[in-house]
């Protein structure tokens, strides 16, 4: 076995490690530009090391990625290069997952999204954004560190699974101005998934970021500042939805047909809707002089969404259902190194999240009091209920490290953060002029949490790197949380790299899951417990000049998952409860490299996922991957490119739902109707310089999914009936055709 | 009056420009690199002395010790083995001194050396030996090599007229991977 493994390598080493890279017949030089290539993160550690040597399988894209594959968001990055994680967009909030495991309806808070080491998650449900709605301008990236699997260690809460790093560029590498200019054309869908170029039918994206970055002495200390904003906005193409007929509501004595738009038919839903639409504005402000760092971030995220999902409650198709969040991010750090054995570092910082989400229902019924407002026609009414939620969060956190040789190889990482948060909200009906009807179910919480976390990095031979850490978190409310992470990177004479990962992470319950209460629908559960999972990894990777391929083999057991379900004592009534765990486990590889003019890169992630209760993880794919080729015509020349995301078949949302016959029979979806068709995403770009004007370039792009509907359903009719036997799906966005220019003034 | 000086004591970095890219890392790309230096290749003896310079600041001699730490894990450098020695920076003469007396042929100046880099680089000019900044700003101020992370990844920064004045001969293959600094 071993001989075989060996005499594998040295064949591929013969094939991949002398090929022609420009070197000449002495000495090539691929294996200096294969170190070259090699990333350092600082994510997994939060202390800068080779990606390699990281305790956590991780991926790293370049902002020159970005720029010469036309990426513009997490989403995108994550979908077209990351190993091991998924994004799947439901017109809606973009939902994360990783290995086999996406928790839909999360908002995106199982994953950690950190930014120059300021976590972005908000403090009333955890949310944080993979689409545009992250508000930030794509040029400030300097690179992102997508790390996959548990990251409590250093992190707490919520890196369940994973952690999104972002750096941000040094002002010196922006330079004076740079500005970008985009716009984007998509034309219409018919429900049939069909495209129709009727002008009228067209949407569009446009996107404007200016960013400027400066740098001087002050006071005879080193001060860079750095500003950046951004709008985006997308008004969107024509939509159609499949319909849904015949839809009728009562009072327990009679019946009549449910409206679904106010100004529409009674008794139907879907058809076609121009109401897809975002805005999002952001201004981003970094400086540092001398050994101090400051940040400040304000942003507005606002989307229209043509069939969000309605709580429970009936929510007009085509009607006004938005959602708006706002934020401001502060940060003040001052870090030093003392003396060879010791460094510190202190930051506070300080946060404020506001929510707004509007969903207008003409059916009055689900109006929260059940009563018409005096003086309204029943059979034409319409209201807004509104959620309003708020969180404001400050702490302070103090990290010392201690190298006990004062050498680099045995560092001591030990920090204490403590914090303070007030979050609250309201349920607010309203009638489309702004008249309030009704507040309910307000809540208002104020709780503390400290945290302590140790992490001993060991190189204990040249060749044998251990990293082990623990965090402990006490919050108000809960018993303390452990989370411990253990790693061991161990490099082969022939410079593979094997690699052990034991990790753990939790997630506390947000004060939406433990406060949020809708009338009729959901009641409050106060009671619940942090989520947990522990993973163990192993990974092999090797190098090979400029190619590289890594192979991961990973298992988790997620304990205590919280899930909206129905309360079994009262079954119309549901509640975020803490129900079983999952098991899973699988593999993820990688292959990339670069050849000559031509660099490409593959991954592959495939797992199996079971829950304890024999239910079955919807909208999660169990496998999927992506692909990219690019080749530079010349020298500094334009980059042709060419990306694929493929993910497989997997249950939609209302997979698990059952309906009921007139006879009182159970109706189950046929196996066809309870899986989506596989999604795959197909992009080919072209970036390049323009020679004639410095600082200037250009892309062109056209991409978009081959399939025509996603995963998620979406309509009133969510359960089979004797008539309707599949789901209606949401669209997918088939096709675009984008532009972008860019202009750097050094 | 009080807060800012406090805030100016705080800011007070003892440094002006600061390693990006780790030691090790460093000292990998380090060995590597010099195998393409054609006049390191031939004037170079069985055994070569490498110099690791640190000023008198705590974050110049922690980087200094972390690539000591690193070197003496490299078995060659530049295809050759090697003697490492660290010094104290005091002022450019003594470190004149010093390259002459253990006939170093690599200098490696840990963070701290931009003030100096100028005068520095014209003390050692003519000699024949290749001076390392393990900052960007250090290549810039005239040292012949150095380090900047950009994208997340390590990219050597490479002073042509500087190696020109220590007879570094690199081939343009190993040139092209470099960013050159005029």
């Known amino acids: 076995m071993k001989v075989a493994l060996c005499s594998l390598l040295l064949c591929a080493s013969a094939a991949f490690a002398d090929v022609p890279d420009g070197g000449s017949e002495e000495l090539g030089t ?23 040597d990281s305790p956590a399988t991780v991926t790293v894209v370049t902002s020159a990625q970005l720029r010469s594959l036309g990426l513009r968001t997490l989403h995108e990055a994550i979908n077209f290069l990351s190993m091991g994680m998924v994004a799947q967009d439901p017109l809606h909030a973009v939902e994360v997952g990783a290995r086999g495991v996406l928790l839909s309806g999360d908002y995106g808070n199982h994953f950690l999204v950190v930014v120059d080491g300021h976590t972005l998650n908000e403090s009333w449900n955890g949310t944080a954004y993979y689409e545009q709605g992250l508000a930030m301008p794509i040029e400030l990236i300097d690179h992102l560190e997508l790390v996959v699997g548990p990251g409590s260690v250093l992190y707490g809460s919520s890196a369940m699974l994973g952690v999104v790093n972002v750096v941000t560029r040094r002002a010196a590498e922006i330079g004076l101005m740079r500005v970008t200019l985009e716009g984007a054309l998509l034309p219409a869908q018919r429900a049939d998934g069909s495209l129709s170029f009727a002008p009228e039918g067209f949407g569009g994206t446009g996107r404007v970021s200016l960013l400027s970055g400066w740098s001087t002495e002050l006071l005879g200390l080193p001060f860079e500042v750095t500003a950046a904003g951004e709008y985006f906005m997308h008004q969107g193409q024509t939509l159609e939805f499949g319909k849904q007929t015949g839809l009728v509501e009562g009072d327990g004595t009679s019946e009549w047909p449910q409206r679904w738009t106010a100004s529409g038919p009674a008794g139907e839903w879907g058809g076609e809707t121009r109401r897809y639409a975002t805005r999002t504005t952001s201004l981003w402000l970094k400086s540092r002089w001398g050994d ?5 971030r304000a942003a507005s995220y606002s989307r229209n969404t043509p069939a969000i999902d309605g709580f429970g409650v009936a929510v007009d198709f085509d009607g006004r259902a938005y959602e708006r969040d706002r934020s401001f991010d502060l940060e003040l750090r001052w870090a030093r190194v003392l003396n060879p054995h010791f460094s510190m570092m202190v930051r506070g910082y300080f946060d404020d999240y506001e929510y707004l989400g509007a969903q207008q229902s003409s059916t009055f019924l689900t109006n929260g009091t059940g009563e018409l407002p005096e003086g309204a026609d029943p059979a034409n009414f319409s209201f807004l209920l509104e959620t309003r939620g708020r969180a404001t969060w400050g702490g302070l956190e103090a990290q010392a490290t201690i190298d006990w040789l004062g050498d680099g190889r045995f560092p001591l990482m030990l920090g204490v953060d403590g914090r303070a948060r007030a979050f609250g909200a309201t349920n607010v009906d309203a009638t489309l002029d702004g008249q309030i009807l009704a507040e309910s179910n307000a809540y208002e919480a104020l709780e503390w949490q400290v945290a302590a976390y140790a992490q001993q990095r060991a190189r204990l031979l040249p060749s044998l790197l251990l990293n082990a850490g623990v965090r402990v978190d006490t919050q108000s409310g809960f018993a303390p949380n452990v989370a411990p992470r253990g790693a061991v990177t161990w490099t082969a004479p022939w410079e593979g790299r094997f690699k052990v990962v034991v990790s753990s992470a939790f997630r506390s319950p947000s004060g939406y899951e433990r406060f949020a209460q809708y009338e009729g629908f959901q009641v409050r559960n106060p009671l619940l417990t942090p989520e947990r999972v522990l993973t163990g990894e192993l990974g092999y990777e090797q190098r090979l000049g400029r190619h590289r391929f890594a192979l ?29 765990g999952l098991l899973n486990h699988g593999v993820q590889g ?6 000559g003019a031509l660099s490409y890169g593959a991954t592959f992630t495939g797992a199996f996922t079971t829950a304890d209760d024999g239910t079955e993880l919807l909208a ?12 530079t015509l010349w020298d500094d020349g334009p980059r042709a490119s060419v990306l694929a995301h493929v993910s497989g078949p997997r249950l939609t949302t209302a997979a698990a739902n059952q309906g009921v016959d007139a006879d009182g029979n159970v109706l189950r979806w046929s196996d066809a109707a309870r899986f989506s068709s596989p999604q795959i995403e197909l992009r ?6 323009v020679k004639a004007v410095r600082g200037l370039w250009l892309r062109g792009m056209v991409g978009g999914n081959v399939m025509p509907y996603s995963v998620y359903a979406v309509g009133p009719l969510q359960a089979p009936g004797l008539d309707f036997t599949a789901p209606t799906l949401a669209p997918n966005n088939r096709l675009f055709v984008m532009l972008s220019v860019g202009w750097t003034l050094e | 009056m009080l807060a800012w000086a406090l805030l100016l004591s705080l800011a007070a970095s003892p440094e ?22 054609r006049s390191f290749a031939k004037a170079t003896p069985e055994r070569v002395k490498v110099l690791i310079v640190h000023r008198e600041s705590a974050p110049s001699e922690q980087f200094a010790r972390q690539l000591s730490t690193a070197l003496r894990a490299a078995p060659v450098v530049g295809g050759v083995p090697h003697d490492d020695v660290l010094l104290r920076f005091t002022d450019v003469a003594r470190l004149l001194e010093e390259v002459e007396r253990t006939g170093a042929r690599v200098v490696v100046f840990a963070p701290g050396f931009a003030p100096e880099s100028k005068a520095i680089a014209t003390g050692l000019e003519g000699r024949q030996l290749i001076t390392i900044s393990a ?18 990844k390590p990219r050597m920064l490479f002073n042509l007229t500087s190696a020109r004045r220590h007879q570094s001969d690199f081939r343009a293959e190993v040139i092209k991977l470099m960013t050159v600094v005029p």
């Open chain 1, 30 to 52: 691929g294996d200096l530009a294969g170190l070259l290539d090699t990333p350092v993160v600082s994510g997994p550690s939060r202390a800068e090391e080779r990606v390699d």
């Open chain 1, 684 to 689: 080919a770009v072209m970036e390049g310089k």
């Open chain 1, 620 to 631: 999660s794919p169990m496998w999927f991957g992506n692909a990219r080729v690019t080749y």
């Open chain 2, 16 to 37: 002006r420009d600061e390693p990006v890219v780790p030691a090790e890392l460093q000292v990998e790309l380090l060995a590597r690199v010099l195998r393409y230096d």
């Open chain 1, 292 to 296: 101090v760092t400051g940040f400040a």
């Open chain 1, 552 to 580: 991961v083999g990973f298992a988790s057991r997620f304990t205590s998952l919280i899930r909206l379900e129905a309360l079994p004592e009262d079954p119309p009534l549901t509640a975020y409860q803490n129900t079983g």
């Open chain 1, 590 to 595: 990688l292959v990339e490299g670069t050849f």
């Open chain 2, 135 to 152: 900052t960007p700003r250090g290549v810039h101020e005239g040292l012949v090599l150095g380090f900047d992370l950009v994208d997340g």
